[in-house]
């Protein structure tokens, strides 16, 4: 599998997604900067986490604007999958590449820490080697994580389908939930055609038993099972 990550100006989880690509897939990904206008033809394009721009305006809201994503967006049309991880998801629904926005936490605070979190769908590219209802624990780290959208918008995301993951109580003590005040618990979405994903949680900052575990590496396998 061919991937590329993009890194922008303030991204600081481009070389996790990088390793964690490279030891999953066994295919070093081409790292391409925000400024150029062209991609190179790749099987999945991922938007790392970080602080693009320094969060200025709102998160993601000027990277949503770089150059580069133009030509994401002419990959996506394509039929390329896309994973946008924490600052990822908001550049993606900055763009409108997926709905709704992600607002400020609830507690106004920058969290950093480990959540539980419920599979909603396996049966995507992005989740096919988890099990449907399966709860996993993977690391967050944002301070503008709170997924929003209208009710009716809400409404309409469930009823297709497009929630793929949600924030759970961690199974070991029972402490956390909803980290951030996001709608319905809502942690990570998927477009109706099922090839963008955008999720808060790092799945790149678990996916080595060394630094303390592994449920995340499994989206990155899905991948590879989905697009080799």
């Not at 967006?73 to 763009?95: D, M, P, S, W, Y």
Request: glycine content about 12%.
């Amino acid at each position: 599998m061919n991937s590329v990550v993009v890194v922008f100006p303030g991204s600081n989880c481009d070389r996790d997604v990088a390793v964690t690509l490279a030891n999953v897939t066994g295919v070093k990904p081409q790292m391409v900067w925000h400024g150029e206008t062209d991609l190179p033809r790749a099987d999945l394009i991922v938007l790392p986490g970080g602080f693009s721009y320094g969060d200025y305006l709102r998160s993601g809201a000027m990277a949503a604007h770089s150059p580069i994503l133009r030509a994401v967006k002419k990959e996506a049309e394509r039929g390329v999958h896309v994973l946008g991880i924490c600052n990822g998801f908001q550049i993606l629904t900055e763009t409108g590449l997926l709905p709704g926005a992600l607002m400020r936490n609830a507690s106004l605070h920058y969290i950093c820490r480990e959540v539980g979190l419920k599979v909603e769908r396996a049966d995507t590219a992005f989740t096919n080697a988890y099990s449907a209802g399966e709860q996993i624990t993977i690391p967050i780290a944002h301070k503008d994580g709170a997924y929003f959208a209208a009710e009716d918008e809400i409404d309409r995301i469930e009823g297709e389908g497009q929630v793929v993951l949600r924030y759970r109580a961690l199974e070991s003590n029972g402490e956390g939930g909803n980290p951030n005040g996001s709608r319905r618990d809502i942690a990570g979405i998927i477009d109706k055609p099922g090839r963008i994903m955008g999720l808060m949680p790092h799945p790149e900052r678990a996916a080595d038993a060394a630094t303390g575990g592994i449920d995340g590496r499994r989206v990155f396998e899905s991948l590879t099972r989905a697009l080799h």
